[in-house]
Every structure is written in structure tokens, then in C-alpha cells.
């Protein structure tokens, strides 16, 4: 395989990697400003900047190493598709690990996005209630933020969750489906950050009509 596999290769695992942790860093950056409204640097824009750009290059990090480490092991990628958690012939070990640890990768990620807006709805009401005048807008801004939670927190597992069911399935699967990894490559791959978008656009557009 060519140095464009493994470009490709490692492209798709620094993606998949960073859409579990950036989730969990934005998370947290909600509960802090929830905890410490006035006090909490996650309010300021260059923290939050060098603590995703951190992320990012620690998500490149592993990402290069995986790869490297599967060019060095078997002198090429197990699948022609350049799909880094995808071994159509089941012999290689290094990708069944890749596999397993990127389907705890999903687990850990939902389930610490979980906990962390259980903490941040417990504590909304009264956060709100100290920085706002009125108790009903701040109950309208509880709800809305609350739906934004849930809904984004049900796209992430959802999409993920079937990204790795998939990869999952075809593997054990007697024949291969190549059709079934190309759709999941195509469609759901992407899925989180296109409707991630469009619930941001939403809330923005929501936002502009109650001040109107």
C-alpha cells in the first residue's frame, strides 16, 4: 500500500479519535461555566483554543503512532479501503486491539458526556437563578439548554455506536461486505458533525427570534 493509504488511514483515525474526546472537553466546559459562572477560565477564549488545540495534536500523536506501528508490523494496510479499524481477513492482531480500544473509546466517551450533563442539569436551575434577574427566563434557558444536551448527546451515541456495531458485524461476518464498511464510510461516518451543525444553527436562529 502507498503513502496515500496510510494518509488516508491515519486522516480517519485523528477523526475518529477526536470526535470521542472534543466532545468530553466541550462538556466539561459547560458544567465549569454552569459550576463557576464568574470565576471559571473556561469562559475565556484563548483557554478553551489551547486546551482543543492540545487535544488535537495529542489525538495526531496516537494517530501517527498506530499507523506507523501498522506499517512497520505488516508493511501495509489489512484493507484496501484504507479503513484503519477494519480487517476483512481477521489475522491481524494489532487491528482487532485498534478495533477493541477504539469501541471503548465510543463507550467511555458517551457515558462521560452522560455523566458530566447529569452534574450540569442537577446544578442549572441554581446557577441560573444567581446570575439572572428573572426566575422564568431562567427556567426558558434551563429547558433550552437541557434539549440542546440531550439531542446532541443522543447524536454522538447514536452515530458512533453504529459506526462501531458495523465494523463490529462486518468483521464477523463469513463474507465480507465491502458495500456495508463504504456506507458507513460515506453516510454515518460524517453524520456527527453535519447535524452537530445544524443544531448549533438552530439554537442560534431560536435565539435571534425570541430577541426579535
Known amino acids: 500500500m502507498g503513502a496515500s493509504c496510510f494518509l488516508a488511514s491515519l486522516l480517519q483515525l485523528h477523526y475518529t479519535i477526536q470526535m470521542q474526546l472534543t466532545p468530553i472537553f466541550l462538556s466539561l466546559s ?80 458517551s457515558f462521560f458526556q452522560a455523566m458530566i450533563h447529569l452534574v450540569l442539569v442537577f446544578n442549572l436551575h441554581t446557577s441560573m ?39 463490529f458485524y462486518a468483521m464477523s461476518m463469513e463474507n465480507f461486505s465491502i458495500s456495508l464498511i463504504v456506507w458507513t464510510m460515506c453516510t454515518i461516518y460524517p453524520m456527527e458533525s453535519i447535524l452537530a451543525l445544524l443544531v448549533f444553527i438552530t439554537m442560534c436562529l431560536r435565539k435571534l427570534i425570541n430577541k426579535s
Not at 434577574?133 to 434557558?141: E, G, H, P, R, Y
Open 30 to 109: 459547560r458544567l465549569m461555566v454552569v459550576l463557576h459562572p464568574v470565576t471559571t477560565e473556561f469562559k475565556r477564549v484563548n483557554f478553551v483554543v489551547k486546551w482543543l488545540a492540545s487535544i488535537s495534536f495529542l489525538t495526531l500523536i496516537l494517530s501517527v503512532g498506530a499507523t506507523l506501528l501498522t506499517k512497520m508490523l505488516y508493511q501495509g494496510m489489512p484493507f484496501y479501503l484504507c479503513v484503519p479499524a477494519v480487517d476483512p481477513s481477521g489475522s491481524n492482531l494489532f487491528v482487532k486491539g485498534l478495533t477493541i480500544f477504539l469501541l471503548g473509546l465510543f463507550l467511555s466517551s
Open 129 to 167: 437563578q444567581n446570575i439572572k434577574d428573572s426566575v422564568l427566563n431562567a427556567q426558558k434557558s434551563d429547558k433550552a439548554l437541557i434539549f440542546q444536551l440531550l439531542v446532541l448527546w443522543i447524536i454522538h451515541t447514536t452515530v458512533w455506536f453504529s459506526v462501531g456495531g458495523i465494523f
